[in-house]
Structures are given as structure tokens and as C-alpha cells.
């Protein structure tokens, strides 16, 4: 499967964003998808995860502002991001990994997106 993240930009602290990412090659219904993001000389944060039976999980650093979405339709996996803080700036990944159990590791993640750039201003 490849997948294409976008919909990052510059935006104030206490807005919101919305990032897709759009899937091809192999419907996402087959896949774990999750949500990543890393700022410089850090390593790899887990944000989120739409997995097995349609749940979903959240980072504490995120949970009750960021919320996963999917449209199988459209093959897209989204990431509604509100009352966003300067600290949420970072690139953003999307990745994908077979189905099966929970996890919030890097490492389960096979298929990765290019990232896309979220700057939140004060």
C-alpha cells in the first residue's frame, strides 16, 4: 500500500487542522492505520490508531482534540486535529501495518507516508 499525508499548514494556537491520507494500491480496511508525528532530534511520537473492529486509540497527549477517522469509500484515513498548541508542531506521518493487535510502536508500522508539515503559532 502507498499512502500520501497532506492537509498540514501553519495555523494559530487553538485552531484546527484536518490531515488526510490517502491510500492506493490496497484498500485500508486490510490495514492498522495510525497517526505519528516527529519533531527534529526526537524520536517518532504515536498519536493515534483506527484498528481491528473499527476502535480507536489515542496518545494522553492528544486524546480529546485529535480525532481518527476513515472513509473506506475514499480510501482516505483522517486526523481532525482542534485546540491546537505550539507544542503540536511537527512533521506528521501516517503509517499502516497488517491487522491484528493494538500496538503504539514505531517498529509495527511497515508502510509509511511522506509526512506532512504542521506549524502551530502562539
Known amino acids: 500500500v502507498q499512502l500520501q499525508a497532506f492537509g498540514g499548514g501553519l495555523v494559530q494556537a487553538g485552531g484546527s487542522l484536518r490531515l488526510s491520507c490517502a491510500a492506493s494500491?490496497?484498500?485500508?480496511?486490510?490495514?492498522?492505520m495510525g497517526w505519528f508525528r516527529q519533531v527534529p532530534g526526537k524520536e517518532r511520537e504515536f498519536l493515534s490508531t483506527?484498528?481491528?473492529?473499527?476502535?480507536?486509540y489515542y496518545a494522553n497527549s492528544v486524546k480529546g482534540r485529535f480525532t481518527i477517522s476513515r472513509d473506506n469509500a475514499k480510501n482516505t484515513v483522517y486526523l481532525q486535529m482542534n485546540s491546537l498548541k505550539p507544542e503540536d508542531t511537527a512533521v506528521y506521518y501516517c503509517?499502516?501495518?497488517?491487522?491484528?493487535?493494538?500496538?503504539?510502536?514505531?517498529?509495527?508500522?511497515?508502510?509509511w507516508g511522506q509526512g506532512t508539515q504542521v506549524t502551530v503559532s502562539s
Open positions: 503509517a499502516a501495518r497488517p491487522l491484528g493487535l493494538l500496538s503504539t510502536a514505531r517498529s509495527a508500522y511497515a508502510y
Open positions: 494500491g490496497r484498500t485500508i480496511s486490510s490495514y492498522v
Open positions: 483506527y484498528w481491528s473492529g473499527g476502535s480507536t
